[in-house]
Each structure stands twice: as structure tokens, then as C-alpha cells.
């Protein structure tokens, strides 16, 4: 609700403000709904003057609409898909992770989201040489676990470096210090952050349920309303400033006591493709323990419920011999 | 218009930044290849009809439904709105409305009597999606998807209720075994369609699969 302030517009002063407010007009959205007419002759202020203002105001605020073709031309040539660093996850995901569009990792503990969100950054930086937000909110981050698999890529110092600043950590703890990192992510801290080298291609919230879940549940609307403004505050970065978003979530059961992702079906409308991840029962399995099964849950371009086996110890693999060709690592460590 | 179309004007009000552009001209350009030859141009004027708008409250949606009734009687040829999703702002709302029901629900009412305003003086089609929820604190039962929990006004401007449901991938595919690179079951997802008119109750049901090229049933 936007309250009518004198100055908002030419013709809005004190006494018009005054006399509105008596009519119980106090806000843009009282004043563009009302009766103009009646209005007028109310505030004793003339017809034409009165629409005047409504139409500036209503310009000013209501969103202004846009062709469809401009629209697309737009989205052709800023839209980019961000490779995950693992081929069986990129199948999954339609080639990677899309810019604009927020993907979601489920997951029980354990199950790798942390590694994977740990891979896609270090790929995103290191291959990519762009610059990655990592926003902590388990306390799970640790620079040496990124730092080794830097050094599965390069042996340089000074290449592993560049890239681990290119990754650029924050650690909060509660919904309210997301959503101010969020906001001040919005307006302006994106490009402070990328002045160092690269601009920012994705944004990771590892977990984003650890500060929701907390919140939700009991008769309060609180918790839900949060939620949605975390879920909006980073779709609007992800289409303004053409970032992928990926975040990790909790896993629950379902009534009929299948896994399925955690808080509810509200946010389950969010993410635009979601993977649950799960470690690996088979027998075959026992003899690689980092072995995971990513199943996509909802995706607007694949037929759901296909499944890819991958190995969680692909981002640190051994790295590629002096022929160039790749190998992978056979035996576990 | 070739192409079988009507050549309609569309006004899309994206709530929740749910609209795949890049899908949406991928299915646009397959039908219309289909139907009437590959055309850039024709590409083209069919994406210049849409018109897309995006809300990020219920009082900014409040005041672009005001704006789009100017635009509305500037371009005769816009008959089609649809608004994805009405439902978004519903958990913001309730929060911001505190404790009285009204408060909660004013906006979205005020956006639903706008709306019906517009569908008798302007004669268009209004399409709104709205999401399932299940409200904290209330038993779970499979009867309460199907109940709306927004608004009076907006209950009452709805005629046609479309309820999509998705089909659990069943047991058909049991012969397969276990070959996961067969897995490319069709997803079949189910429509159930009420009209409460005042002269009319009816209701049908119909199934279709989504594919690279749209529906297809």
C-alpha cells in the first residue's frame, strides 16, 4: 500500500491531502478505485484536476507492460545455461542450470546436497571464471573442502586462488538476515561484487529450509509470508540480474510414507525444476560409498521421474592425463 | 489467422515469474511451422499481440488491473487475460492484514470486483491459475485441495473451475523391469472442469500429456 505523501505529484498539496484523508482516501490504491466524481465534489477541488492526478499516479506505480516479441528477443540474448560440472546431473537438468529460474537439491543428510552446491561453485568459478554467491546458513561451508577440489583442477596457486575469491561466502543463520542479504544483494551489492573479476552467475542458498522450516507450522501465517518473500526476493534476482539460484532443502515423509521434499506445498510451486538426491541401496554400491541417485521431481522441460547415478566424487576427481584425455578415478579413496 | 488462430489480443499478469518465455515460443513456433510454413514474420506478429505484465503485490496488481481498463479500450482487439497465479501474494497478505479476515482478503477482493467490472464493460475472458495449499494447523485430507480459500468476491467471479490433478506414474510400465533408459513414461495429468452458473451445473473430465509441442491427449 502506497501512502499519498503532498508532492507525489503535480496538484497533490497539504489542503487536498487533508481534505482526501477526511474522505478516508489515504493511500494510491484508495484514490485510483474511488469514485472521481463523488471524490471531487467531496474535496471541492474541480474534476479535470482530480483525474489528473489519478492518471499520473496510477503511471506511476502500476507496472508497465511489455510485447511479447521484445520480451523474447530479450530473453534470447541474456538467458545462458550453467553447466553443473557433471555430466549425468546436466542430462538431468536439460544441460545445466538455466539463469532466471530457481533450482531446486532435496535431500535427507547426507545425500550430497552440500557437495554438489560445493561442485557447481567450484566449476562456476574455476571453468567458467565467473563469480558465485554462496550464502551458508548450516555452517557447512568450508574453504578447504573447496580448496581441495580447486586443486583437483589445477596445480597453479595462483589460479586456485583467483577462483576461490571469485566465490564469495556469506553465513547467516536466521530468515531475517537472508532476506537483508537478499535485498542488499538487489540493490547494488551484485555489482560490488562483481568488480573483481567475472559477474555474478549464480546465487547458492545451502540450506534455504534450515531458516524456514523452523518458522512454518502452528496456526501463524508469519512463517508462510516469510517464505514467499525469500522465494520472491530471489526470483527477482534471478531474472534481473539473469543469475541461476540453486538452494537445498530438507526432506520429509509424506502421508504415505514416501521421501519427498520439505516445507510443504506452497514452496513446492517455487523452484522451477527439482531434484531429490538419494544415496545408492544397491548391492553393487557397498564399494563406492560416494555414489548418489538424482531423481528429477518437477521440470517444465523433462519428463519427470527420470533417474541419473553419479558420483560425488567427480568435482575432485584426478584430473585429466598429459594427453589431454580425461580419466576417471576408478578405485575409491 | 492461417494458422487456424484468432487473432486475439493477450494480456499475460505474471505474479510469480512463472512464465517460460523461451517454452512458450518453442510450442508458438512448432504449431505454427505445422500449419502454415515456417514464418519468422508471422512468428512475430503472433508474439506483438501478447502483452506481459509483471506484479510483484496484491497493490500493484490492484493498480495495473486499473491501467490495463485504459489499455482495454485503446486496443479493441484485446479480449484475453490471464493472471499466473492470483494465489501469489495470498500468504503475504494474510500475514500483512494481521488479525481481521477482512483486512487480509481487501486486496485481493478489490482486484476480484475490479476484474468482474471489466468482464461485463469490456466483454473478455478472464483465465487465472491458483495454487493448491494446505493451511498450517488444518488436518490434512485429500478434500481440502479442492475447497478455494481465497476470497468471497474472487469465489464468486469464478464460473468455470478447472481442478488439474497429476496421474501417479501407476503400474503400466511394470514389463519394463528395471531398464532406467526406458523410463520416458508420459506423464499424464487429469482435468476436472465445473461450471456453477447460475442456470447451469455441469462438470467434465478430460486427460492430456504435455509434450515438446504442447498438449496432445
Not at chain 1, 204 to 211: G, Y
Not at chain 1, 280 to 286: H, L, R, S
Not at chain 1, 291 to 308: V, Y
Amino acid at each position: 500500500m502506497v501512502v499519498l505523501r503532498e508532492g507525489m505529484c503535480p496538484g497533490l498539496d497539504e489542503d487536498l491531502l487533508r481534505d482526501l484523508r477526511a474522505a478516508d482516501i489515504k493511500t494510491v490504491e484508495d484514490l485510483v478505485s474511488s469514485d472521481i466524481e463523488g471524490l471531487a465534489q467531496k474535496c471541492s477541488v474541480s474534476y479535470k484536476a482530480l483525474f489528473a492526478i489519478r492518471r499520473v499516479l496510477l503511471a506511476q506505480h502500476t507496472a508497465f507492460p511489455v510485447s511479447g516479441a521484445d520480451l523474447y528477443e530479450e530473453l534470447l540474448s541474456s538467458t545462458a545455461i550453467l553447466s553443473t560440472g557433471n555430466p549425468s546431473l546436466d542430462k538431468l537438468l536439460d544441460s545445466g542450470l538455466y539463469t532466471g529460474e530457481i533450482t531446486e537439491l532435496s535431500g535427507g543428510p547426507g545425500s550430497g546436497k552440500s557437495q554438489v552446491c560445493f561442485g557447481v561453485a567450484v566449476h562456476i568459478s574455476y571453468q567458467l571464471k565467473q563469480s558465485v554467491i554462496y550464502i551458508d546458513t548450516t555452517g557447512g561451508l568450508a574453504a578447504g573442502r573447496l580448496l581441495q577440489m580447486l586443486q583437483a583442477e589445477t596445480s597453479n596457486t595462483e589460479e586456485q586462488m583467483e577462483a576461490l575469491q571469485r566465490i564469495h561466502v556469506f553465513r547467516l543463520f536466521d530468515v531475517y538476515a537472508l532476506l537483508d542479504c537478499l535485498y542488499s544483494l538487489r540493490s547494488g551489492g551484485l555489482q560490488q561484487v562483481s568488480v573483481g573479476g567475472g559477474s555474478v552467475k549464480a546465487v547458492i542458498v545451502d540450506s534455504v529450509s534450515a531458516v524456514i522450516s523452523p518458522l512454518l507450522g502452528g496456526k501463524q501465517n508469519e512463517g508462510m509470508s516469510l517464505m514467499i518473500q525469500v522465494a520472491g526476493a530471489l526470483k527477482t534476482m534471478a531474472k534481473d540480474f539473469n543469475v541461476a539460484a540453486l538452494v537445498t532443502n530438507h526432506v520429509t515423509r509424506s502421508g504415505s510414507g514416501e521421501v519427498q521434499p520439505g516445507l510443504g506445498v506452497s514452496w513446492s510451486h517455487i523452484p522451477r525444476t527439482r531434484i531429490l538426491l538419494e544415496r545408492v541401496e544397491k548391492a553393487a554400491a557397498v564399494s563406492r560409498p560416494s555414489l548418489r541417485s538424482a531423481k528429477l521431481i518437477k521440470s517444465s522441460r523433462q519428463p519427470c521421474h527420470i533417474k541419473e547415478e553419479f558420483d560425488l566424487q567427480w568435482w575432485s576427481r584426478s584430473e585429466k592425463g598429459s594427453l589431454g584425455k580425461r580419466k576417471l578415478d576408478e578405485t575409491d579413496s | 489467422e492461417a494458422a487456424g488462430g484468432l487473432e486475439v489480443d493477450v494480456v499475460f499478469v505474471d505474479t510469480d515469474y512463472s512464465l517460460d518465455m523461451l517454452h512458450l515460443v518453442s510450442i508458438l513456433d512448432s504449431k505454427l511451422t505445422l500449419l502454415a510454413g515456417a514464418d519468422e514474420a508471422a512468428l512475430r506478429s503472433c508474439l506483438s499481440r501478447l502483452l506481459f505484465v509483471h506484479c510483484y503485490s496484491s497493490s500493484q496488481l490492484l493498480l495495473t488491473l486499473h491501467f490495463l481498463e485504459t489499455t482495454l479500450s485503446s486496443r479493441p482487439a484485446l479480449a484475453l487475460i490471464l493472471i499466473d497465479s492470483i494465489s501469489a501474494f495470498y500468504w503475504v497478505d494474510r500475514c500483512e492484514g494481521g488479525a481481521s479476515y477482512t483486512k487480509q482478503e481487501e486486496k485481493l477482493s478489490r482486484c476480484a470486483e475490479l476484474l468482474g467490472r471489466l468482464l461485463r464493460d469490456y466483454r473478455i475472458t478472464v483465465f487465472a491459475t491458483c495454487h493448491a495449499i494446505r493451511r498450517p494447523g488444518v488436518p490434512s485430507s485429500s478434500s481440502d485441495s479442492e475447497r478455494s480459500y481465497l476470497c468471497r468476491s474472487w469465489q464468486r467471479l469464478v464460473t468455470h473451475r478447472l481442478l488439474c490433478s497429476r496421474q501417479e506414474p501407476g503400474d503400466n510400465m511394470a514389463a519394463e523391469g528395471g531398464h532406467d533408459q526406458e523410463q520416458r513414461r508420459q506423464q499424464i495429468f487429469t482435468v476436472h472442469c465445473t461450471t456453477s452458473s447460475s442456470r447451469v451445473k455441469a462438470s467434465w473430465s478430460s486427460s492430456f500429456c504435455v509434450t515438446e509441442a504442447g498438449f496432445s491427449e
